[in-house]
């Protein structure tokens, strides 16, 4: 009995300080920079994205990873300042949150990238937009009406403001609690990317 008390002693002691040292193995300047001085009232892991971003669509499944490991702080936020033509970026931006008001941002999103890095057929009008809703079996008359609505382009011009006050000019760009900067470049030598990056939005969610 004593020497199971003192096993699960030691045991204790190795994992608070195994807990620590994962802790301090983010560091600042290097994994996450410090942008704000206060932060959200509740957790979120927001990334700033846009669908003309090569950089996006590839680290799509390190998105997928994050949400899966924090559903209800994380989000994704398009952004209009890429644009291959004229303000299709900004359309874009509304037609990602008409997306999300018809409950089918997972399949537009990945239709919409397949169409820009896969198939080669970089969506460059409205019309193209529409047609990608269609193909998804959402009418054409739904997407007009939603495009249309003012809430829809509140939703856009809010995605937009967020992103320049929380001075985002580069995507994808993962921003935790409005205060924190993840670091892709602090994980160059990473033997798996995926796992520490999304460690590392977890250990600033609850910093």
Not at 107 to 133: E, G, H, P, W
Request: charged residues 25%; proline residues 3%.
């Amino acid at each position: 009995m004593m020497m199971s008390k003192w096993v699960l002693g030691l045991l204790s002691m190795v994992l608070v300080t195994f807990s620590s040292v994962q802790a301090q193995s983010f560091e600042e300047g290097v994994h996450y920079e410090v942008i704000a001085d206060d932060k959200t009232s509740k957790p979120e892991i927001v990334e700033f994205f846009s669908f003309y971003c090569v950089h996006c669509y590839r680290f799509e499944p390190i998105a997928k990873a994050i949400k899966q490991a924090h559903p209800d702080a994380f989000e994704k936020a398009h952004v209009s300042f890429i644009s291959p033509r004229g303000d299709i970026g900004e359309t874009m931006t509304k037609a990602f949150a008409a997306a999300q008001r018809l409950d089918a941002e997972e399949k537009i999103s990945a239709s919409i990238f397949d169409y820009n890095f896969n198939k080669n057929s970089m969506l460059t009008s409205k019309q193209d937009i529409r047609n990608v809703f269609i193909v998804n079996d959402i009418s054409g008359d739904e997407f007009d009406k939603a495009m249309a609505s003012f809430s829809i382009r509140a939703a856009a011009s809010k995605m937009d403001r967020r992103a320049s006050s929380l001075g985002v000019n580069a995507t994808p760009t993962f921003i935790v609690n409005g205060k924190y900067k993840m670091l892709p470049q602090g994980f160059r030598d990473s033997d798996d990317f995926v796992a520490d990056f999304t460690e590392l939005a977890g250990y600033l969610v609850e910093k």
